[in-house]
């Protein structure tokens, strides 16, 4: 049972990146999934959620409006599609189950994550 963030990179402001979580040993479509950041010495936020049952998503007011959450079931991957990037969302991103399937809910299985950097 594994869950992998990835596509992380360095990019510049204004720039795009697609992140990509990936399950394997279990299905991700039952499960609501949060992309979460953090940079070290602060909190680490969500970023981002979408609920199992009806794909309802939930954006952090940071991001409203530069980032788009989605699943692929067949692929059983969830991305976060991050535009018109800052250097403020310069982190570690990482994505989380929630196993009750909303967004409400507490994190129950963590991927490892992948490094953000936005830069000039």
């Known amino acids: 049972v594994q869950l992998q963030a990835s596509g992380g990179g360095l990019v510049q402001p204004g720039g795009s990146l697609r992140l990509s979580c990936a399950a394997s040993?279990?299905?991700?479509?039952?499960?609501?999934i949060g992309w979460f950041r953090q940079v070290p010495g602060k909190k680490r936020e969500e970023v981002s959620c979408?609920?199992?049952?009806?794909?309802?998503?939930y954006y952090a007011d940071s991001v409203k409006g530069r980032f788009t959450i989605s699943r692929d079931n067949a692929k059983n991957t969830v991305y976060l599609q991050m535009n018109s990037l800052k250097p403020e969302d310069t982190a570690n991103y990482t994505c989380?189950?929630?196993?009750?399937?909303?967004?409400?809910?507490?994190?129950?299985?963590w991927g490892q994550g992948t490094l953000v950097t936005v830069s000039s």
């Open positions: 989380a189950t929630k196993s009750n399937g909303f967004c409400s809910g507490v994190e129950d299985f």
């Open positions: 040993g279990f299905t991700l479509d039952m499960y609501a």
């Open positions: 979408i609920r199992s049952s009806d794909d309802r998503t």
